[in-house]
């Protein structure tokens, strides 16, 4: 077994008695105080995110010559400098690579920021595509992301860094100056809640911790809560939700595809739009406070038509929740369905994402 990597904070969440396990290779902090504590956190106040494990790359060079353009799903050379899109690295059959994000840092200059376990393949896959004479590196081990998200994050950074970092709209980002090195902070995040990504250098990030921690406002929040929070606003988990043999078209995330463009996977997209899809993402809501979990069977009306691909018990609605994969014609809202695994069984119900609808995101 390859042995796990740590982030530059792994003595940190050893002395904070931090639960850690394997997550995408690394050794990652799961809960402090617990999931549900750290959950309220977030949707109260501030919470805390090591999210080091995140890998960055950078691209210098021309954006269409050197053949960015045509590596996602949606247009780099359309992104105006400072703001940062959302999309997908597919695969030849239209299956996703990875999800990631892509931020215009100038002209020439974009940073692709990926999940941890895609790291190396996503890297290896990106640079077969650009032609000769642009500059991509992997700076994923020189680099620290910190993530502060819960509507009190914007009053904690400003007052810590000025005011520049509270006029950031949602999804643009500034280049600045943080313990007196460069850095990036961008509004964006995963929870549904206001939130910022900081971006650094790695050997600041211990210092940066600590000093957002010092404010009585902020408490550190592991992976089991940013997974509750992530699925209650309905963002999907690579590796669980989409993967290379699931395509956005059947997870729902059609809106983050651009056909006016070139892509790796596109004729296989059209294909799909024109002949129909064997499987789509479906939500539901549980009749009780159970938790539907990975893997579990989703059955309508007797048969199993599709399987659960992530689920939680959500603190904010007081009932399981969760998404899966179903026969198109069974994601009707309003369907009863009934979720099964072995002797568990629990009625549910298809609703309309997300399931929480109140927070901070936007504020």
Known sequence: MDQLQSTPLLAEHERLKALLAPFGGWNMPIQYEGIIAEHRWCREKAALFDICHMGEFLYQGDIEAGGLEDVFTFSVKSIPIGRSRYGFLLNDAGGVIDDLIVFRLGEEEAMIVVNAATIANDFAVIRSRLKDGA??????????????????????????????????????????????????????????????????????????????????????????????????????????????????????????????????????????????????????????????????????????????????????????????????????????LTIRHEKVSMEATVVELPFYKDGSLRS
């Open 135 to 336: 500059l991509f590196a992997n700076v994923s081990a020189d680099t620290g992301k910190l993530d502060l998200q819960g509507p009190l994050a914007r009053q904690v950074l400003v007052e810590m860094f000025g005011p520049e970092i509270g006029q950031i709209p949602y999804f643009k980002f500034i280049r600045t100056t943080l313990l007196g090195v460069e850095a990036i902070v961008s509004r964006t995040g995963y929870t549904g809640e206001l939130g910022y990504e900081l971006f650094l250098p790695a050997d600041k990030v211990v210092e940066l911790w600590n000093l957002l921690l010092a404010d009585e406002r902020v408490k550190p929040a592991g992976l089991g809560a940013r997974d509750v929070l992530r699925l209650e606003v309905g963002y999907s988990l690579y590796g669980s939700d989409i993967d290379e043999v699931t395509t956005p078209l059947e997870a729902g995330l059609g809106a983050f595809v651009n056909f006016d463009k070139a892509f790796v996977g596109k004729e296989a997209l059209l294909k799909q739009q024109q002949q129909g899809l064997d499987k789509v993402k479906v939500a539901f809501q549980v009749g009780s406070r159970r938790s539907p979990r990975h893997h579990y069977e989703i059955c309508f009306e007797g048969e199993a038509v599709g399987t659960v691909t992530s689920g939680v018990f959500s603190p904010m609605l007081g009932c399981g929740v969760g998404i899966g994969f179903v026969r198109p014609d069974v994601a009707v809202l309003g369907a009863p």
